[in-house]
C-alpha cells in the first residue's frame, strides 16, 4: 500500500481547506497557556448555558499544601 | 479597544513590529488589539508570526480570549510559572504529526449474537492498531528521549504526536522523519507532518478549556 505523506508549514495548514490539516490545526488551538476557562452548553448551535471556570495558577506542591 | 494576549516571552526578545509589548520584570506580556484577534485562528496566525519572526513564545491557548489588563494583574507568583516555563521551551519548537493506519472492514451481519461478536473483535483489532501507531511513531522518533512526545489518539486508527524539537534541528528531524516512514513504516496509511509551530502541546499549564459541548 502506497504512503500517503505530506508536509505543511504553519501558513499552509492555517490556510487549508483539507479536512485533514483543519482538524490538526483545530486540536492545536486548545493547547498552551488557559488561565481562564469556561464550557458554553449548547443544543442545535444554540448557545444554551455558559459555565465559567476561574483557574488557579501555581504548582502541584503549593496546591497539595494548600489542601492540608 | 482591549488588547488581546498571544502569550509571553523574554524581556528583549525580537518582536515584529506591529505587536504590543508590556513590560513586566523578566517576562514581557506580547499583545494585538482585539480586532486583529477576534477568532482563534487569528490569534494563532499571529502567534505563529511572533515565533517565524524569531520569538520564543509561551503561546496562550488561541481558543481563549486573555485580555491584557488581565494578564497585567496576575501576581509576581504566577508571572514566575509563567518564566519558569517559557525557560523551558525556549528555543524549542513544535512539529505535529498526524498518522492513521488502513481502515478495518467491518462485515455486514444481521444476527445479534453475531453482531456481538464482530464488534469484540473489531474492539480487539482496534486496540491492536493503537498499539500498533504507538510503535509506528516510536520508529519514526527514533524511539528516543531526545524529544519531548506527547500523543493523542482519536478514534479510527489516528493519531497526533507533538514532538518539542530545537530550532536548528526542524529541518533534519522532519527529514529523518519521512525517510523513516517510507522504510519503516509499513502499517500507515497516511503521515501529516506540520510546524515548527509555537509549543503549544508543551506550554499546557492549566487544563481548563473554552469548550463547546453539543448536547
Known amino acids: 500500500m502506497a504512503l500517503e505523506m505530506q508536509m505543511a508549514s504553519p501558513s499552509e495548514a492555517l490556510g487549508t481547506g483539507d479536512g485533514r490539516l483543519v482538524d490538526l490545526v483545530d486540536g492545536l488551538l486548545n493547547h498552551g497557556v488557559v488561565l481562564r476557562g469556561g464550557l458554553w452548553l449548547t443544543v442545535a448551535d444554540v448557545d444554551l448555558v455558559f459555565l465559567g471556570v476561574d483557574v488557579v495558577l501555581t504548582t502541584p506542591q503549593k496546591m497539595l499544601e494548600l489542601r492540608t | ?215
Open chain 2, 1 to 215: 479597544m482591549k488588547n488581546v494576549v498571544l502569550g509571553w516571552c523574554r524581556t528583549g526578545a525580537p518582536c515584529p513590529g506591529d505587536i504590543q509589548q508590556t513590560v513586566r520584570g523578566p517576562l514581557t506580556i506580547v499583545s494585538l488589539t482585539s480586532r486583529r484577534a477576534l477568532t482563534p485562528r487569528a490569534r494563532m496566525h499571529q502567534q505563529v508570526c511572533c515565533f517565524e519572526a524569531g520569538m520564543n513564545l509561551l503561546p496562550v491557548a488561541p481558543r481563549t480570549m486573555f485580555h491584557l489588563n488581565e494578564a497585567m494583574s496576575l501576581e509576581t507568583s504566577k508571572n514566575l510559572i509563567l518564566l519558569e516555563k517559557l525557560e523551558k521551551i525556549s528555543g524549542f519548537g513544535q512539529l505535529t504529526l498526524r498518522l492513521t493506519s488502513p481502515q478495518i472492514e467491518v462485515p455486514k451481519v444481521l444476527q445479534s449474537e453475531q453482531w456481538l461478536r464482530e464488534r469484540q473483535r473489531i474492539r480487539v483489532r482496534e486496540e491492536d492498531r493503537k498499539k500498533s501507531l504507538e510503535n509506528t511513531i516510536r520508529q519514526l522518533t527514533f524511539g528516543s528521549t531526545q524529544h519531548s512526545r506527547v500523543i493523542h489518539h482519536a478514534a479510527g486508527g489516528i493519531a497526533v504526536c507533538h514532538l518539542l524539537v530545537p530550532t536548528d534541528d526542524q529541518a533534519k528531524v522532519k527529514d529523518r522523519i519521512c525517510s523513516q516512514a517510507t522504510t519503516a513504516a509499513q502499517s500507515l496509511q497516511s503521515l501529516y507532518i506540520t510546524g515548527p509551530w509555537p509549543a503549544y502541546a508543551f506550554a499546557d499549564y492549566c487544563q481548563a478549556e473554552t469548550e463547546r459541548a453539543h448536547a
